[in-house]
C-alpha cells in the first residue's frame, strides 16, 4: 500500500486543505434544513432545497467538462476563490447588520454550485498522478477524511452554528481563500499534455460552440454501455444508503420505544437516541475500517465485491424493517456500513479506469449522477410508508439493492466480452 509520505505534494496539500474545508462545511450544511423550515415553512424549504440540488446537479457536469478542457488546478482556484466570496456573503447575510434568509439560500446555492465545479477536478486529479494500482487505497483515505469531518462537524456545528453563525461563516472564507493561495502557489496542473494543446486552440471559441461541443462529450459518454451501467446500478443501490438520514431515522423515531439498552448499567433509550448512536457506530466505523477494508477489497474481483455488497445492503434493509429491538439494530448497521466499506474506495478507482485520460473530469462528473439522482429519489420512501408500512417499504428498497447487483453482474460481462473482444484483436 502506498503510505502518505510516497504520495504527491498535489494530494497532501489537498488532504489538508479540503479536511479544514469540509469540517467547516458540516458545521452549518446539517442544519440548513433546520433554518429554511424556520424562515421559510417546511413545504417551502424542501422546495428550496430540492432547486439548489438541481443547480449543483448541472454545474457538476459543466465542472467535469471544464476540468478536462481548461485544467484541474485553473478549476480547482476558481472554485476556491469563489467559495470564499460566497461564504463572506453568506456570512454578511447573518450578521450583526443584515438577517437575510433569502441571500442566506442565494449564497447557500452558489457554494454548491462552486463545490460542484470543484469535486471533477479534484478526482480527476487523484488519478492523473496516482499509479493504477495505488488508487483505491488514496480514494479510500480521502473518503475516511471526509467521513471524520462528518462526525466532528456536526458536534462543533451545534453549538457555532445556533450561537455563532457569523464567525463561523467568516472563519470559512477565510479557509476558502487559504485553500485558493495553496492551490495557486503550491499545486501543479496535472491534466493531460493535448489538454493544453485544445485550450490554445479553443480559447476564442463562443458559448454556443462550448455548449455545443460540451453535449457532444457527454454523449460519448452516454453511449458507453459499461458506464452508463454502473450510473444506473448505483442509482438503485443509492436508495439504501440515502436512507440513512430519511427512512431509517424516520422509521426509529416513530416505530422505536424506549427501551431497556442495559439492565447492568441501567440504560434505557427511545428512537431519536438510538438513531443518534446508529448514526455514531457508522461514522466510527468507516473512520476507522475504510483504508483497512479498500485494501483487503481489491484483492478480490471488482465483480462480486459490486455484487455481494448489494447483496449486504438488501440484507440490512431487511433487518432495519422487521425488527425494533435495540442491539438487532446495532447489527444491522454495522451489517449496512460493511455493505458501505466494501466498495467506498474501489468505485473511484473504477471509473478512473474506465474514463480515457482526456475525459476524466467528465466521467467524475457523470459518475456522480448516481449519488445526485439517487438523493433526489430516495425520500419518496418516506411517505410510501403512509400506504404500505415501513416492514414493506424497506422490502422494497431492498429489492432495489437486488435489481442494482443483477444490473452490475451485466455490467461486468459486457466489461470482460469487450477485452476479451480487444485481446482477440491484439493477437
Request: glycine share 8%; hydrophobic share 55%; net charge neutral.
Amino acid at each position: 500500500m502506498m503510505k502518505l509520505r510516497e504520495w504527491d505534494r498535489n494530494l497532501k496539500i489537498r488532504l489538508l486543505g479540503e479536511g479544514m474545508i469540509n469540517v467547516l462545511f458540516w458545521m452549518f450544511f446539517p442544519f440548513m434544513a433546520i433554518y429554511f423550515s424556520d424562515s421559510f415553512g417546511k413545504g417551502m424549504a424542501g422546495l428550496l432545497l430540492v432547486l439548489s440540488q438541481v443547480f449543483g446537479v448541472l454545474a457538476n457536469l459543466v465542472g467535469g467538462y471544464c476540468a478536462d478542457k481548461y485544467g484541474r488546478k485553473r478549476m480547482m482556484l476558481i472554485a476556491a476563490i469563489g467559495e470564499g466570496m460566497t461564504f463572506l456573503l453568506f456570512a454578511y447575510a447573518n450578521s450583526p447588520w443584515l438577517v437575510s434568509p433569502v441571500l442566506t439560500f442565494l449564497s447557500f446555492s452558489v457554494l454548491g454550485i462552486f463545490g460542484s465545479l470543484y469535486w471533477p477536478a479534484s478526482h480527476a486529479m487523484v488519478a492523473d498522478v496516482v499509479e493504477e494500482k495505488d488508487r483505491n487505497a488514496v480514494f479510500a483515505v480521502f473518503y475516511t477524511a471526509l467521513n471524520i469531518s462528518v462526525v466532528v462537524g456536526p458536534i462543533l456545528g451545534g453549538i457555532f452554528f445556533f450561537q455563532h453563525r457569523f464567525g463561523l461563516l467568516l472563519t470559512a472564507a477565510i479557509v476558502s481563500f487559504g485553500v485558493a493561495f495553496l492551490i495557486a502557489a503550491f499545486i501543479r496542473e496535472t491534466a493531460p499534455d493535448q489538454m493544453e494543446k485544445k485550450l490554445v486552440k479553443d480559447s476564442s471559441t463562443k458559448w454556443q460552440g462550448f455548449l455545443k461541443e460540451q453535449l457532444k462529450d457527454y454523449r460519448v459518454i452516454v453511449q458507453d454501455k459499461v458506464f452508463l451501467l454502473f450510473i444506473l446500478a448505483g442509482i438503485f443501490v443509492a436508495q439504501t444508503f440515502m436512507q440513512l438520514d430519511l427512512l431509517i431515522a424516520v422509521h426509529l423515531s416513530e416505530s422505536v420505544q424506549e427501551q431497556t439498552v442495559s439492565k447492568l448499567l441501567d440504560i434505557r433509550a427511545n428512537g431519536k437516541e438510538v438513531f443518534g448512536w446508529l448514526i455514531a457506530e457508522n461514522g466510527l466505523l468507516v473512520a476507522l475500517l475504510t483504508v483497512y477494508m479498500t485494501t483487503k477489497m481489491s484483492r478480490f474481483n471488482e465483480k462480486y465485491v459490486f455484487i455481494v455488497s448489494c447483496l449486504i445492503y438488501a440484507i440490512s434493509m431487511v433487518m432495519f424493517g422487521y425488527t425494533t429491538h435495540v442491539w438487532i439494530l446495532v447489527l444491522a448497521m454495522f451489517v449496512f456500513t460493511m455493505g458501505e466499506l466494501m466498495v467506498v474506495g474501489i468505485q473511484e478507482g473504477f471509473v478512473s479506469r474506465l474514463a480515457p485520460e482526456h475525459m476524466r473530469g467528465q466521467y467524475f462528473a457523470a459518475a456522480s449522477l448516481r449519488f445526485t439522482i439517487g438523493r433526489t429519489i430516495a425520500p419518496l420512501a418516506i411517505p410510501l410508508t403512509a400506504v404500505i408500512g415501513f416492514p414493506l417499504t424497506f422490502s422494497l428498497i431492498s429489492l432495489l439493492a437486488l435489481v442494482a447487483a443483477l444490473l452490475y453482474s451485466i455490467m461486468f460481462n459486457i466489461k470482460e466480452a469487450k477485452e476479451e473482444e480487444f485481446h482477440h484483436r491484439v493477437l
